[in-house]
């Protein structure tokens, strides 16, 4: 991540905060993902989906995912167990959770906008 600014008081009461600027958007066969934040204890990215797409089946040893659908519709499959397999549509200001061990996988209803909270990516 690139600082724009810096005022270094040691982080005294009249510190003023650093700014950056957000990684450099990842394409992806589906859209892209711009990682805006990311900290030893969160990161928040903007993922863009194109309508029709999918991304991969995925799940997280330790990460736990918040979505929030800032645009479009998202359709999310679950699957749970050895082959159970559930979804939940999500739609325009809409938020869900996902913890981790949750295998899911995200389908693009419509261009959708995402706008996704989570613990850090230490997944390996």
Request: aromatic share 8%.
């Amino acid at each position: 991540m690139e600082k724009i600014n810096t005022m270094d008081n040691n982080y005294g009461i009249n510190s003023i905060p650093e700014t950056y600027k957000p990684f450099s958007p990842l394409k992806k066969y589906w859209g892209e993902i711009t990682t805006l934040i990311s900290t030893e204890d969160y990161c928040l990215k903007r993922i863009f989906m194109r309508k029709d797409s999918q991304s991969s089946l995925e799940f997280h040893v330790n990460k736990k995912e918040s979505y929030y659908i800032e645009s479009g519709k998202l359709k999310i499959g679950f699957r749970i167990g050895r082959a159970i397999n559930k979804s939940k549509i999500i739609n325009k200001g809409e938020v869900i959770h996902i913890n981790p061990g949750l295998m899911h996988m995200r389908i693009a209803l419509e261009d959708t906008v995402i706008i996704e909270v989570s613990t850090k990516d230490s997944d390996s």
